[in-house]
């Protein structure tokens, strides 16, 4: 992905990580495209952002997927870079069976809202000159936080759903990248925002815009803190980092 001269539409983007990115790229030159489920808080990144471009979404349902993707396509028919930042992130205690209607809604949002979109926008991605798919995973994918299961498995989801369509789409105009969070200190869980241990989010998305710029190509999206989790297995430390994590 070009760092500039995109149509970017971001599922997601109306706070937190989401927002913020949108609001980097538009300022290297990008046209952006958000969208989410509060109307409220459309309202007031159109009066923030007026550049910006937005859509009431809900990724949990299909129909609505379905139908506000092909809008997108139809009044921007040059979009050219889809970013499926949607998801949630729920504490859950799968010691008794009351985490199902929770774990459920997760892999609504997360797994099959991200399969959704890119069924939507799949087709007019490969018909543009140059495209890009950006998935949005986790450290989480690769080394688990306790309180979170199906949120930590539904983020190695899409790592691996990420690196399968890669090889699908390796002979075709559009690109898949991973974006691999650490934590960063937005609202995604109560309290998150607070947390000493995440990472200031101005901080992660400067890293994230650099390294896009420095290699438009790659395939996953690592800022540094992120490592310690990505690559445990590799390094061949994976207990400790799991140990560290849950501590």
Same mark, same amino acid.
């Given at each position: 992905m070009q760092i500039s001269g995109n149509t970017i539409f971001i599922p997601g983007a109306t706070s937190g990580l989401g927002l913020a990115l949108a609001v980097a790229l538009e300022?290297?030159?990008?046209?952006?495209? @958000?969208?989410?489920?509060?109307?409220?808080?459309?309202?007031?990144?159109?009066?923030?952002?007026?550049?910006?471009?937005?859509?009431?979404?809900?990724?949990?349902d299909r129909d609505d997927v379905a139908a506000v993707s092909a809008r997108v396509i139809a009044e921007h028919p040059d979009v050219d870079v889809l970013v499926t930042m949607a998801g949630i992130m729920v504490a859950e205690d799968w010691t008794t069976g009351s985490f199902l209607e929770t774990a459920e809604r997760i892999v609504e949002t997360n797994v099959l809202g991200t399969i959704r979109l890119?069924? =939507? %926008?799949?087709?007019?991605?490969?018909?543009?000159?140059?495209?890009?798919?950006?998935?949005?995973?986790?450290g989480l994918a690769h080394a688990p936080l306790a309180p979170t299961a199906t949120y930590n498995a539904t983020k190695a989801a899409i790592h691996q759903l990420s690196e399968t369509i890669r090889l699908q789409l390796g002979d075709t105009s @559009?690109?898949?990248?991973?974006?691999?969070?650490?934590? @960063?200190?937005?609202?995604?869980?109560?309290?998150?925002?607070?947390?000493?241990? =995440?990472?200031?989010?101005?901080? %992660?998305v400067d890293e994230v815009v650099a390294l896009i710029e420095a290699d438009?190509? =790659?395939?996953?999206?690592?800022?540094?803190?992120?490592? %310690?989790?990505?690559?445990?297995?590799?390094?061949?430390?994976?207990?400790?980092?799991?140990? =560290?994590?849950?501590?």
């Amino acid at each position: 992905m070009q760092i500039s001269g995109n149509t970017i539409f971001i599922p997601g983007a109306t706070s937190g990580l989401g927002l913020a990115l949108a609001v980097a790229l538009e300022q290297r030159g990008n046209r952006i495209i @958000v969208a989410g489920r509060r109307e409220d808080r459309l309202a007031e990144i159109r009066a923030e952002h007026p550049g910006f471009a937005t859509y009431r979404l809900d990724v949990s349902d299909r129909d609505d997927v379905a139908a506000v993707s092909a809008r997108v396509i139809a009044e921007h028919p040059d979009v050219d870079v889809l970013v499926t930042m949607a998801g949630i992130m729920v504490a859950e205690d799968w010691t008794t069976g009351s985490f199902l209607e929770t774990a459920e809604r997760i892999v609504e949002t997360n797994v099959l809202g991200t399969i959704r979109l890119i069924a =939507a %926008f799949t087709e007019h991605l490969q018909s543009r000159p140059a495209a890009t798919i950006m998935t949005v995973s986790s450290g989480l994918a690769h080394a688990p936080l306790a309180p979170t299961a199906t949120y930590n498995a539904t983020k190695a989801a899409i790592h691996q759903l990420s690196e399968t369509i890669r090889l699908q789409l390796g002979d075709t105009s @559009v690109r898949v990248t991973e974006l691999v969070p650490p934590s @960063v200190a937005t609202e995604l869980m109560p309290g998150h925002a607070d947390d000493a241990r =995440a990472m200031p989010l101005d901080e %992660f998305v400067d890293e994230v815009v650099a390294l896009i710029e420095a290699d438009p190509d =790659a395939t996953e999206i690592l800022v540094e803190r992120v490592k %310690f989790l990505r690559y445990g297995e590799v390094r061949g430390d994976y207990a400790q980092v799991v140990a =560290a994590l849950n501590a």
